[in-house]
């Protein structure tokens, strides 16, 4: 997959929400495995499997004032945090507005539960 059309997509965040960008895609990029990322629909999202049936797993989303962070299936993942919100169909998500908005051993564990889902 295009992982440089990811990093081109947070080089070009302003200021904290490119430091947020920074401080989650390590998270990311070390519970998928190195192919999975790509520019889908305009952001950047993780994916497992083979072309053409490739499993959306998460993504990024850049806002005005903040970065969504979601999970196709979050509402499967246990959460004792709180901090997903539930959305559409089976999503759940996380605004990130800070840079310390990042947990990186919380956001570790919800892609691993999420990849596990997955292998199921």
Not at 25 to 35: C, Q, T
Not at 60 to 70: M, N, R, W
Not at 97 to 104: A, F, G, W
């Amino acid at each position: 997959m295009n992982s440089s059309g990811i990093t081109a997509y947070l080089n070009e965040l302003e200021g904290p929400l490119r430091d947020i960008g920074e401080r989650i895609r390590p998270v990311i990029d070390s519970a998928l495995p190195d192919d999975s990322g790509a520019l889908w629909h305009g952001h950047p999202t993780w994916s497992l499997g083979d072309k053409p049936g490739r499993t959306p797993v998460c993504l990024l989303k850049a806002y005005k004032s903040y970065v969504t962070f979601g999970l196709w299936r979050g509402q499967e993942v246990a959460d004792p945090s709180g901090r997903l919100v539930s959305g559409a169909r089976r999503m759940a998500s996380v605004k990130l507005s800070r840079e310390d908005d990042v947990d990186p051993a919380l956001f570790s564990e919800w892609l691993h539960l999420a990849v596990a889902l997955e292998a199921k």
